[in-house]
């Protein structure tokens, strides 16, 4: 099955910087890449997501990149805002239909 | 509007108890899913299910069992609760096409005390 690796687990970063965040799958077969937030009492919810056909999404401030020949996947926040202060997750689909794989989080603290 | 409601947001029961999870999505959804969530541990996935009447294994499925009986209804089931077993429960649903990569949406998560 899927193995995906995220990282850093915590990132703080002051108030207008932008935030990246790193994962990497092991399934070369993979061939979904979604990108969950979750707040604080909440459920995760999806913010943006990219297929293996396509190198690069952005969605406002939002923006995920893919390097399927490293199998690796990143999520940038630009301009960071104290509402983007949560836990956010990655995830990926492998070849089979067992569902989504996700990585362990990163709890990202928007400094003000 | 998407919604997946769990029964309760907050539960204790004692070891060895019979625990019901509830999870129901208003959305039409085929797919339904059970995770638990651990500090450092992420999402991890227990039972997810298909079809009505269907389930599968995810990752870690020892100690729980599933019930779907509408397709609207997905149970978790802790038939001897232990303290191991103390958790954060996400239940999920998605359209169809598991593999196809369609957006989970995600109810608001049980926390779940064993004592």
């Known amino acids: ?112 | 509007d998407v919604k997946v409601t769990q029964s309760s947001r907050y539960l204790v029961k004692r070891t060895g108890e019979k625990v019901f999870l509830e999870c129901v999505q208003d959305m039409d959804h085929e797919n339904m899913f059970w995770y638990r969530q651990d500090p450092g541990l992420g999402l991890r996935l227990i039972y997810f299910s298909y079809d009505v009447k269907m389930k599968e294994k995810g990752d870690i499925p020892e100690g729980y069992s599933v019930s779907r009986e509408k397709k609207e209804r997905f149970s978790l089931i802790l038939e001897s609760a232990s303290t191991n077993q103390t958790s954060m429960y996400l239940c999920a649903s998605s359209l169809l096409g598991l593999g196809m990569g369609e957006t989970q949406y995600f109810g608001p998560g049980t926390r779940l005390l064993v004592l």
Request: hydrophobic share 30%.
């Open chain 1, 1 to 112: 099955g899927e193995n995906v690796e995220q990282h850093p687990s915590t990132l703080s970063v002051q108030e207008g910087d932008s935030a990246v965040i790193k994962c990497t799958y092991s399934d070369s077969a993979s061939n979904y890449f979604p990108w969950y937030k979750q707040e604080l009492g909440k459920g995760p919810q999806l913010i943006i997501d990219i297929r293996s056909n396509v190198g690069e999404k952005k969605d406002q401030r939002i923006a995920v990149t893919l390097n399927k020949t490293a199998k690796h996947f990143s999520l940038h926040i630009t301009e960071t805002q104290p509402e983007d202060s949560a836990v956010y997750f990655c995830g990926g689909i492998g070849g089979g239909a067992d569902g989504l794989t996700f990585g362990k989080g990163t709890h990202l603290i928007i400094q003000p």
